[in-house]
């Protein structure tokens, strides 16, 4: 699939923001932002490569480089690195489906026009990838669900959403690594940890990782 040229444009003094976007959130073009952050990270002066949904925050050192320097490098990356360089880990995670930690199960299936047991079928037969990491520490934003199973945000925020809630939020997935507010719908829960402070390496997962869902069980 060919993708198209990006935007680059100035975030603050010392960082770029690469928007690959074409409208709709693109698989292909986000494989690109993942290999093209690795290779960015080359780069003479360039601290830090963040990738977002289909675009990439790059941090650089003013002292050692300059921005359009610096753009015209991610340019050339952009056109010449290979967007399957990336090869991410394959995750399974178990999901207990519904009941109390999963209180919009059955809002879901309904929007949805399914019933429950086709509704969790559907989203345990996809494999998600890990778009990007952001929000909080650890929060994965999952492409890859089915389209039938999308479901725009709530109007009102939950204030309190538990630490391994897995959230449906427009047309992606995603699971708290933490009890923090959320405005995405809750469908399931897992007891896998996402995020640990004290460890060597605290994020369980990275851009490009591979994730299916087991159903662990179904509570309508």
């Given at each position: ?8 444009s100035?975030?603050?003094?010392s ?15 986000q494989e ?14 360039v601290r830090e490569?963040?990738?977002?949904m ?12 300059d ?11 952009w ?26 199960l059955?809002g ?8 429950v ?18 929000a909080m520490p ?53 007891d ?19 994730i ?9």
């Amino acid at each position: 699939m060919v993708v198209g040229t990006p935007h680059i444009s100035l975030a603050g003094s010392s960082a770029l923001l690469l928007d690959g976007a074409q409208g709709a959130f693109d698989d292909a073009t986000q494989e690109l932002v993942w290999a093209v952050a690795n290779a960015a990270l080359t780069l003479e002066g360039v601290r830090e490569a963040v990738p977002g949904m289909n675009n990439l925050l790059v941090v650089f050192d003013p002292l050692a480089t300059d921005a359009h320097g610096v753009g015209d490098q991610l340019m050339s990356l952009w056109t010449c690195t290979d967007a399957h360089a990336v090869a991410g880990t394959h995750h399974t995670i178990p999901l207990s489906y519904g009941g109390a930690r999963g209180e919009d199960l059955a809002g879901w299936a309904a929007h949805c026009g399914l019933s429950v047991d086709e509704t969790v079928r559907r989203h345990a037969a996809t494999t998600y990838s890990v778009a990007a990491i952001g929000a909080m520490p650890g929060f994965p934003y999952l492409s890859g669900l089915d389209p039938r199973l999308a479901w725009a945000r709530r109007s009102t925020p939950r204030l309190k959403v538990a630490e391994g809630a897995v959230i449906i939020g427009g047309a992606q997935a995603g699971i708290m690594p933490m009890t923090a507010p959320s405005g995405w719908h809750i469908i399931g829960h897992t007891d896998v940890k996402l995020f640990r402070a004290e460890a060597e390496l605290p994020v369980l997962l990275r851009p490009g990782d591979k994730i299916r869902f087991e159903i662990a069980g179904i509570e309508a």
